[in-house]
Protein backbone atom coordinates (compact mmCIF):
# COMPACT_ATOMS: atom_id res chain seq x y z
CA UNK A 1 0.00 0.00 0.00
CA UNK A 2 1.75 3.32 -1.03
CA UNK A 3 0.15 4.99 2.05
CA UNK A 4 2.83 3.20 3.91
CA UNK A 5 5.66 4.73 2.89
CA UNK A 6 9.07 2.72 2.87
CA UNK A 7 11.01 4.99 5.44
CA UNK A 8 8.18 4.66 8.01
CA UNK A 9 7.89 0.54 8.13
CA UNK A 10 11.96 1.20 8.46
CA UNK A 11 11.93 3.30 11.22
CA UNK A 12 9.57 1.44 12.88
CA UNK A 13 10.50 -2.27 11.51
CA UNK A 14 6.97 -2.99 10.16
CA UNK A 15 6.87 -6.07 8.55
CA UNK A 16 3.28 -6.77 7.98
CA UNK A 17 0.08 -4.52 8.48
CA UNK A 18 -3.56 -5.28 8.61
CA UNK A 19 -6.83 -3.10 8.45
CA UNK A 20 -8.75 -3.99 11.81
CA UNK A 21 -11.97 -1.67 11.06
CA UNK A 22 -13.55 1.71 9.90
CA UNK A 23 -14.72 3.63 13.01
CA UNK A 24 -18.02 5.50 11.82
CA UNK A 25 -17.49 9.16 10.54
CA UNK A 26 -19.47 11.52 8.48
CA UNK A 27 -16.09 13.68 6.97
CA UNK A 28 -13.37 11.26 6.49
CA UNK A 29 -12.24 7.95 6.43
CA UNK A 30 -10.87 6.61 9.59
CA UNK A 31 -9.28 3.18 10.07
CA UNK A 32 -7.91 1.37 12.78
CA UNK A 33 -4.73 -0.26 11.74
CA UNK A 34 -2.40 -3.26 13.31
CA UNK A 35 0.96 -3.54 12.84
CA UNK A 36 3.57 -6.35 13.09
CA UNK A 37 7.18 -5.41 13.77
CA UNK A 38 10.26 -7.60 12.88
CA UNK A 39 10.84 -8.71 16.44
CA UNK A 40 7.04 -9.97 16.03
CA UNK A 41 5.59 -7.74 18.36
CA UNK A 42 2.21 -5.96 17.02
CA UNK A 43 0.50 -2.61 18.02
CA UNK A 44 -2.08 -0.81 16.67
CA UNK A 45 -2.66 2.97 15.22
CA UNK A 46 -5.01 4.92 13.79
CA UNK A 47 -5.01 6.13 10.06
CA UNK A 48 -7.20 9.15 9.55
CA UNK A 49 -7.45 9.81 5.38
CA UNK A 50 -8.94 13.62 5.01
CA UNK A 51 -11.23 14.99 2.61
CA UNK A 52 -9.21 17.72 1.91
CA UNK A 53 -5.74 18.64 2.74
CA UNK A 54 -6.31 22.00 4.05
CA UNK A 55 -8.11 20.39 7.07
CA UNK A 56 -5.50 17.61 7.77
CA UNK A 57 -2.62 20.17 8.35
CA UNK A 58 -4.94 22.39 10.03
CA UNK A 59 -5.79 18.96 12.42
CA UNK A 60 -1.94 18.32 12.38
CA UNK A 61 -1.37 21.83 13.61
CA UNK A 62 -3.58 21.80 16.28
CA UNK A 63 -2.72 18.24 17.60
CA UNK A 64 0.67 19.27 17.84
CA UNK A 65 0.31 22.31 20.05
CA UNK A 66 -2.43 20.38 22.20
CA UNK A 67 -0.01 16.93 22.60
CA UNK A 68 3.06 19.26 23.24
CA UNK A 69 1.15 21.60 25.79
CA UNK A 70 0.34 18.00 27.88
CA UNK A 71 -3.30 17.83 26.94
CA UNK A 72 -4.77 14.42 26.58
CA UNK A 73 -5.09 14.06 22.78
CA UNK A 74 -3.77 11.12 20.50
CA UNK A 75 -0.38 11.67 19.46
CA UNK A 76 0.99 11.82 15.83
CA UNK A 77 2.93 9.24 14.51
CA UNK A 78 3.30 10.28 10.92
CA UNK A 79 1.49 13.13 8.45
CA UNK A 80 1.83 12.38 5.15
CA UNK A 81 0.16 12.72 1.94
CA UNK A 82 -3.27 14.07 2.77
CA UNK A 83 -3.62 11.62 6.17
CA UNK A 84 -2.36 11.12 9.64
CA UNK A 85 -1.13 8.61 11.65
CA UNK A 86 -2.40 8.78 15.10
CA UNK A 87 -1.67 6.41 18.45
CA UNK A 88 -4.95 4.66 19.10
CA UNK A 89 -6.71 5.58 22.06
CA UNK A 90 -8.07 2.08 23.34
CA UNK A 91 -11.20 3.53 25.20
CA UNK A 92 -14.92 4.30 24.85
CA UNK A 93 -16.28 6.93 22.48
CA UNK A 94 -17.89 9.34 24.74
CA UNK A 95 -21.21 8.48 23.09
CA UNK A 96 -21.51 4.79 23.77
CA UNK A 97 -20.41 5.72 27.15
CA UNK A 98 -23.38 8.10 27.39
CA UNK A 99 -25.77 5.78 25.89
CA UNK A 100 -25.04 3.13 27.70
CA UNK A 101 -25.38 5.77 31.36
CA UNK A 102 -28.92 6.24 30.01
CA UNK A 103 -29.53 2.77 29.60
CA UNK A 104 -28.40 1.80 32.39
CA UNK A 105 -29.55 5.11 34.51
CA UNK A 106 -30.89 4.29 37.81
CA UNK A 107 -32.00 6.76 40.94
CA UNK A 108 -30.12 9.25 41.21
CA UNK A 109 -30.20 9.97 37.63
CA UNK A 110 -26.44 11.29 37.52
CA UNK A 111 -24.76 9.32 40.15
CA UNK A 112 -20.77 9.74 41.04
CA UNK A 113 -19.56 8.14 38.13
CA UNK A 114 -20.87 10.93 35.71
CA UNK A 115 -19.75 13.50 37.79
CA UNK A 116 -16.42 12.13 37.70
CA UNK A 117 -16.76 12.22 33.95
CA UNK A 118 -17.88 14.98 33.78
CA UNK A 119 -15.56 17.38 35.91
CA UNK A 120 -12.90 15.78 33.67
CA UNK A 121 -14.52 17.02 30.13
CA UNK A 122 -14.76 20.31 32.35
CA UNK A 123 -11.03 20.44 32.71
CA UNK A 124 -10.10 18.99 29.22
CA UNK A 125 -12.58 22.36 27.61
CA UNK A 126 -10.61 24.76 30.11
CA UNK A 127 -6.85 23.84 28.89
CA UNK A 128 -8.13 23.65 25.49
CA UNK A 129 -9.49 26.64 25.33
CA UNK A 130 -6.59 28.28 27.20
CA UNK A 131 -4.13 26.50 25.31
CA UNK A 132 -5.75 27.77 22.19
CA UNK A 133 -6.26 31.51 23.26
CA UNK A 134 -2.37 31.56 24.66
CA UNK A 135 -0.99 30.02 21.16
CA UNK A 136 -3.44 32.08 18.50
CA UNK A 137 -4.22 35.33 20.66
CA UNK A 138 -8.01 34.97 20.65
CA UNK A 139 -10.96 32.81 21.18
CA UNK A 140 -10.58 29.11 19.50
CA UNK A 141 -13.47 26.82 19.67
CA UNK A 142 -13.90 22.92 19.05
CA UNK A 143 -17.12 23.91 16.68
CA UNK A 144 -17.89 20.01 16.75
CA UNK A 145 -18.49 19.30 19.86
CA UNK A 146 -20.32 15.90 19.72
CA UNK A 147 -19.67 13.26 21.87
CA UNK A 148 -18.21 11.22 19.33
CA UNK A 149 -15.24 13.45 19.31
CA UNK A 150 -14.42 12.18 22.76
CA UNK A 151 -12.80 9.53 24.09
CA UNK A 152 -13.01 8.35 27.57
CA UNK A 153 -10.49 5.83 29.35
CA UNK A 154 -10.79 4.64 32.60
CA UNK A 155 -12.57 8.42 33.07
CA UNK A 156 -9.62 10.17 31.67
CA UNK A 157 -10.75 12.15 28.89
CA UNK A 158 -9.19 12.79 25.51
CA UNK A 159 -9.93 14.82 22.85
CA UNK A 160 -9.97 14.25 19.14
CA UNK A 161 -11.43 15.84 15.66
CA UNK A 162 -10.00 19.41 15.46
CA UNK A 163 -10.62 20.21 11.68
CA UNK A 164 -13.25 22.57 12.54
CA UNK A 165 -12.06 24.50 15.10
CA UNK A 166 -12.60 28.55 14.77
CA UNK A 167 -12.85 31.43 16.59
CA UNK A 168 -15.98 31.83 18.80
CA UNK A 169 -17.06 32.00 22.11
CA UNK A 170 -17.28 29.11 24.86
CA UNK A 171 -20.59 29.76 25.20
CA UNK A 172 -21.01 28.49 21.81
CA UNK A 173 -19.06 25.13 21.88
CA UNK A 174 -21.13 24.46 25.38
CA UNK A 175 -24.49 25.15 23.60
CA UNK A 176 -24.15 23.16 21.11
CA UNK A 177 -22.82 20.99 22.82
CA UNK A 178 -26.12 20.72 25.26
CA UNK A 179 -27.95 20.58 21.87
CA UNK A 180 -26.60 17.62 20.49
CA UNK A 181 -27.39 15.74 24.10
CA UNK A 182 -30.70 16.63 24.13
CA UNK A 183 -31.44 15.38 20.50
CA UNK A 184 -29.50 12.00 20.40
CA UNK A 185 -32.18 9.19 20.39
CA UNK A 186 -34.41 9.14 21.96
CA UNK A 187 -34.53 13.10 22.08
CA UNK A 188 -35.62 15.31 24.92
CA UNK A 189 -36.13 12.87 27.68
CA UNK A 190 -35.88 13.29 31.23
CA UNK A 191 -32.65 11.84 32.09
CA UNK A 192 -31.08 13.76 29.00
CA UNK A 193 -32.58 17.16 31.09
CA UNK A 194 -30.85 16.02 34.07
CA UNK A 195 -27.74 15.75 32.30
CA UNK A 196 -28.04 19.08 30.57
CA UNK A 197 -28.15 20.28 34.08
CA UNK A 198 -25.26 17.96 35.83
CA UNK A 199 -23.28 19.72 32.41
CA UNK A 200 -24.79 23.06 33.48
CA UNK A 201 -23.82 22.96 37.33
CA UNK A 202 -19.89 21.44 36.19
CA UNK A 203 -18.89 22.54 33.28
CA UNK A 204 -20.31 26.18 32.67
CA UNK A 205 -19.45 26.54 36.58
CA UNK A 206 -16.10 25.56 35.88
CA UNK A 207 -15.89 27.85 32.88
CA UNK A 208 -17.29 30.47 34.46
CA UNK A 209 -19.95 30.88 32.16
CA UNK A 210 -23.69 32.73 32.20
CA UNK A 211 -26.12 29.78 31.54
CA UNK A 212 -28.33 32.21 30.07
CA UNK A 213 -26.16 32.93 27.61
CA UNK A 214 -25.40 29.52 26.85
CA UNK A 215 -29.31 28.74 26.84
CA UNK A 216 -29.83 31.45 24.35
CA UNK A 217 -27.10 29.17 22.34
CA UNK A 218 -28.92 26.27 22.92
CA UNK A 219 -31.88 27.56 21.57
CA UNK A 220 -29.71 28.87 18.31
CA UNK A 221 -28.97 25.09 17.74
CA UNK A 222 -31.86 23.75 17.88
CA UNK A 223 -33.61 26.21 15.48
CA UNK A 224 -30.38 25.80 12.86
CA UNK A 225 -31.25 21.61 13.55
CA UNK A 226 -34.72 21.62 13.49
CA UNK A 227 -34.34 23.69 9.92
CA UNK A 228 -31.36 21.63 8.09
CA UNK A 229 -33.00 18.41 9.61
CA UNK A 230 -36.60 18.95 9.20
CA UNK A 231 -37.58 17.96 12.63
CA UNK A 232 -40.85 19.81 13.75
CA UNK A 233 -39.77 17.70 17.12
CA UNK A 234 -36.78 19.48 17.95
CA UNK A 235 -38.41 22.95 19.02
CA UNK A 236 -36.91 25.35 21.40
CA UNK A 237 -40.10 25.37 23.54
CA UNK A 238 -39.09 21.86 24.79
CA UNK A 239 -36.30 23.92 26.53
CA UNK A 240 -37.63 25.54 28.89
CA UNK A 241 -37.76 23.38 31.52
CA UNK A 242 -34.16 23.63 31.79
CA UNK A 243 -33.83 27.99 31.53
N1 LIG B 1 -6.66 8.20 17.95
C1 LIG B 1 -7.83 7.57 18.03
N2 LIG B 1 -8.01 6.56 18.91
C2 LIG B 1 -9.20 5.92 18.99
N3 LIG B 1 -10.26 6.19 18.20
C3 LIG B 1 -10.15 7.18 17.29
C4 LIG B 1 -8.94 7.93 17.16
N4 LIG B 1 -9.11 8.83 16.16
C5 LIG B 1 -10.37 8.67 15.71
N5 LIG B 1 -11.01 7.68 16.39
C6 LIG B 1 -12.40 7.21 16.14
O1 LIG B 1 -12.75 7.56 14.82
C7 LIG B 1 -13.89 8.43 14.81
C8 LIG B 1 -13.73 9.48 13.71
O2 LIG B 1 -12.55 10.24 13.96
P1 LIG B 1 -12.55 11.83 13.93
O3 LIG B 1 -11.16 12.30 14.20
O4 LIG B 1 -13.62 12.34 14.80
O5 LIG B 1 -12.86 12.07 12.41
P2 LIG B 1 -14.11 12.75 11.64
O6 LIG B 1 -13.57 14.06 11.24
O7 LIG B 1 -14.32 11.85 10.50
O8 LIG B 1 -15.26 12.85 12.58
C9 LIG B 1 -13.96 9.02 16.21
O9 LIG B 1 -15.27 9.35 16.54
C10 LIG B 1 -13.39 7.88 17.07
O10 LIG B 1 -14.40 6.96 17.39
MG1 LIG C 1 -15.43 13.35 14.55
Redesign the pocket.
Known amino acids: MQMFKRDLCKEWNIISWRCQKE??????K?FLYNFTGSQGESWDW?I?EYRNRHAMSKEAQIIQALYAEGLAV?KIIAAGDGHLI??????K?LLTWFEEQEKEAQQPAINEGITTVLEQLASWLADFYNIMHRKYGYSIVLNDVNL??F?VIEEKIFG??F?DCCAGTKEEDLGRLCAFILTYDPVFTFWKYQFVLAIKDIIVKKLNLSWDVVFEEIEKELQRMSQRRQRPDISIERINVIK
Request: zero cysteines; glycine letters at 4%.
Open positions: FYSKKNVVKPLEYLPGNRNILDE
